[in-house]
């Protein structure tokens, strides 16, 4: 079945890092492809989204780019601050419009 | 924007009694809840769909007689755990969305965290 695949955590960067956090996907068909984020004590929010090959999904300095070659979305920031930290989840969802995520990978950003 | 309301947030009891989590939309309403369980430090795993009015279509491994989901209404859905055991203890998570296409994200809850004793 479909599935996802992220980066172990917890990633811990300085302040004004650049970022990157792997994911790749296998899917049969043709899925969309998503970042969610949740930050402490809170539920997930979209961060951003594709919806097919080549789109970059971009949002509060965040970009990831569906590469449908490599079955990958890394999510990458120039310049990360502390109240980046949280934990990011890469998700796929296919034409039942149900989410498969992966595992969550903590981003710890330090002053 | 869209908010999602998940109650109760946090709930401990004793083994063998039932559960009942609550999920609103509070500005749109939601044809479609998913219900997820989140074990720690791992990901979020798809328990059950509902859509408004009809049966939820529940995952491969999961009890349906055990965990009991009603989407009576277009801005509420609840999930009952039946007679909890210690096993049970999760964080589960619910989330919602709007009609159809991409276009149209689903918006999670805050979670319940569920313990028991």
């Known amino acids: 079945g479909d599935s996802v695949t992220q980066m172990e955590g917890p990633v811990t960067l300085s302040e004004e890092a650049f970022l990157t956090i792997n994911c790749t996907y296998t899917a049969t068909g043709y899925p969309s492809l998503f970042w969610y984020v949740q930050y402490p004590g809170e539920g997930l929010q979209l961060l951003l989204k594709?919806?097919?090959?080549?789109d970059k999904g971009s949002n509060k300095g965040f970009e990831a780019t569906y590469r449908k070659e490599t079955t990958s979305f890394h999510l990458e920031k120039g310049s990360v601050q502390v109240s980046d930290s949280a934990v990011y989840f890469c998700a796929l969802s296919d034409s039942s419009y149900k989410l498969i995520f992966g595992s969550g990978t903590r981003l710890l950003v330090r002053p | 924007g869209a908010v999602v309301s998940q109650h109760p947030s946090w709930v401990i009891c004793k083994s063998g009694t039932s559960v009942k989590i609550e999920c609103r939309s509070l500005d749109f309403q939601a044809t479609t809840m998913f219900w997820y369980r989140q074990f720690p430090k791992q990901s979020l795993m798809l328990m059950a769909t509902s859509n408004e009015g009809s049966k939820a279509t529940y995952e491969q491994g999961v009890e349906k007689d055990k965990f009991l989901i009603n989407h009576a209404s277009l801005t509420l859905s609840t999930l009952t755990v039946t007679s909890a055991h210690p096993e049970d203890s999760s964080f589960y998570i619910c989330?919602?969305?709007?009609?159809?296409?991409?276009?149209?994200?689903?918006?999670f809850g805050d979670g319940t965290r569920l313990s028991i004793l």
């Open positions: 594709a919806t097919k090959a080549d």
């Open positions: 989330s919602a969305r709007t009609g159809t296409g991409d276009n149209q994200p689903q918006h």
